[in-house]
């Protein structure tokens, strides 16, 4: 039976949970979620959870912060004042926008926090600093095209 490796795609339904056992994600009752293994194309300690999986397995993956979105930086909060914001621009907590940076690069942020004429801007992932488990189970593999090897 095929094992996943390196430049296949697979199709997975998978649950993500915090430590505290909150869902933070889930297929299940979707569309199974594609991906081409060692691209990038989702977070390292997933690709590596799911290798040498075969169809039909169903495997457990705890994936530390330094291996999913990294840690929480408190420096990356920051308070601004109200008047920071458009003058149509209600800040209220939860509402994520586009931070744009003087380099001319944007960030996204979100609002943690409103108090009188300050807010509370955090540019960190929502998932920083969080250890996350997956139940994940493989329903396909896509065998992916072997190296070439040039001396």
């Known amino acids: 039976m095929s094992k996943v490796k390196d430049g296949d795609t697979i ?4 649950t993500g949970t915090l430590d505290d ?16 293994v060692g ?19 169903t495997r457990k993956i705890t994936i530390a912060p330094d291996q999913a979105y990294g840690e929480y930086y408190e420096e990356l909060v920051k308070v601004v004042p109200r008047s920071a914001f458009p003058p149509d621009m209600v800040p209220a907590v939860g509402m994520g926008f ?4 003087p380099s001319g690069q944007t960030m996204p942020v979100r609002i943690i926090e409103v108090e ?7 540019a960190n992932h929502l998932l920083a600093g969080e250890t ?10 896509e065998p992916g095209m072997s190296p070439i090897i040039i001396p």
């Open 116 to 122: 009188g004429e300050e807010v509370t801007i955090d």
């Open 21 to 36: 056992g909150t869902i933070f994600d889930s297929s299940e009752g979707g569309q199974p979620l594609s991906f081409t």
């Open 132 to 141: 996350l488990n997956f139940e994940v189970r493989l329903m396909g593999i």
């Open 98 to 101: 586009e931070l744009q940076l």
């Open 39 to 57: 691209s990038g194309e989702v977070i390292e300690g997933f690709d590596e959870g799911v290798r040498g999986m075969e169809v039909d397995e």
């Open 11 to 14: 199709a997975i339904h998978y």
